[in-house]
């Protein structure tokens, strides 16, 4: 018999691959307003010119994101695109929000699903589980929360 506070719930599953595939374009088009804004905070350094700077620049783009998408996975495991379709990033250790480090495997492993074409994102659709690459590298899952009743006004 295990002990009440060690059992982890078990949430529902997300949906599938549009779900999915919508929550990260809504986040795919925040991402990059919020790269625009972080590349307007470069130029008064520049003087307004093009930033020339071919290792540092994308470093600095890629470490932005990164913290747009940690911060939200780590605090609370929803970006604005997961709220918006009802999905949420949990540990698979426990049920709660993931760690730094679970965001950064995720987000690195993210990454390279992307430059393999969206291959370790397509993953879920023959995966038993339904999870991605960046859900398998990274123990964490996408659930999809339970919807909400509407009450009469």
């Not at 008064?44 to 940690?70: C, H, M, N, Q, R």
């Amino acid at each position: 018999m295990t002990h009440p506070n060690t059992e982890k719930p078990n949430p529902p599953k997300a949906l599938g691959f549009l779900r999915y595939s919508a929550a990260i374009f809504y986040d795919a088009m925040l991402v990059i307003a919020l790269l625009f804004v972080a590349t307007a905070a470069l130029l008064p350094f520049t003087k307004g010119e093009a930033i020339d700077a071919p290792l540092l620049y994308p470093l600095y783009l890629f470490t932005v994101s990164f913290i747009f998408y940690g911060w939200f996975w780590t605090h609370g495991g929803q970006t604005l695109g997961l709220r918006a379709w009802k999905l949420k990033i949990t540990s698979t250790y426990y049920a709660g929000d993931i760690t730094w480090k679970q965001a950064f495997v995720r987000f690195i492993t993210a990454c390279i699903s992307w430059l393999c074409l969206g291959l370790g994102l397509f993953w879920l659709i023959w995966q038993k589980d339904h999870k991605t690459w960046h859900d398998i590298s990274s123990h964490s899952q996408i659930i999809r929360l339970p919807d909400t009743p509407k009450t009469k006004t």
